[in-house]
């Protein structure tokens, strides 16, 4: 097994009575790709709003490289090495199906390197 880069453990997070997230964990490894998935409200992006320091957890802990970290704002995820690239629909082209899946690759990001779409 790889070793963790970023692991979150128990992360709660209520806003008013609703429940985002309840008691998470998740490892980010070294070396593999990851994808979070779920339907709107399952807490996805609290739960990445709180590994890159935007929102506190209610309860929880977060390790980077093996060592605790208090992630109390962007700068500070930062200055980990950790980034985040915020869902928006103006971040890229509309894709079909086929060039979400490959976003990552270079050919994806590479607009030499992809055919028009008609």
Request: aromatic residues 4%.
């Amino acid at each position: 097994m790889a070793d963790s880069a970023v692991k979150l453990r128990g992360i709660s997070k209520r806003y008013g009575d609703t429940q985002a997230n309840d008691g998470v964990d998740f490892d980010l490894r070294v070396g593999e790709i990851h994808v979070l998935l779920g339907e709107n409200g399952a807490g996805k992006t609290t739960l990445m709003n709180i590994m890159f320091g935007h929102v506190l957890p209610d309860e929880g802990t977060i390790e980077v490289n093996g060592q605790p970290a208090d992630l109390e704002s962007p700068n500070d995820a930062l200055a980990l090495g950790i980034g985040m690239v915020h869902q928006h629909f103006s971040l890229v082209p509309p894709f079909t199906v086929a060039e979400n899946i490959v976003l990552g690759s270079r050919s994806a990001l590479d607009p030499n390197l992809r055919p028009e779409s008609s």
